[in-house]
């Protein structure tokens, strides 16, 4: 196998091209938004909410566990996820910190 292009970046670059893929799906964003607005854990109520597919739900819990804006906890034959507050910081912060670049431009267009 090759290198991958990613290894061209550094490593901020990476994890803020991380961040903005794991929130570039909109089953993904809805599932976020629903556990914000529950403003609790949340255990298996996706389903009924959202109308998706137990197993497309569960694969885009599994990539928003991995990129670390979820944590779960298993209780009983459920697992809970809610949002961890300082990854949603960091992801807020770089998001902020990209989107508040100076753009110099010169009326090119």
């Given at each position: 196998m090759g290198i991958t292009k990613s290894e061209l970046f550094s490593?901020?670059?990476?994890?803020?091209a991380a961040m903005f893929k794991v929130l570039a799906h909109p089953a993904r964003l809805a599932i976020l938004q629903y556990i914000i607005n529950q403003k609790a854990c949340i255990c298996?109520?996706?389903?009924?909410?959202?109308?998706?597919?137990?197993?497309?739900?569960?694969?885009?819990?599994?990539?928003l566990?991995?990129?670390?804006?979820?944590?779960?906890?298993?209780?009983g034959k459920s697992v809970c996820y809610c949002i961890d507050e300082t990854?949603?910081?960091e992801f807020s912060s770089s998001f902020e910190d990209f989107f508040k670049?100076?753009?110099?431009?010169?009326?090119?267009?």
């Open positions: 490593e901020k670059k990476n994890r803020l298996n109520d996706l389903v009924d909410e959202l109308g998706l597919a137990q197993s497309t739900i569960s694969q885009h819990l599994k990539e566990k991995a990129s670390g804006i979820i944590k779960g906890n298993i209780e990854v949603w910081e670049q100076d753009i110099l431009s010169d009326k090119c267009c």
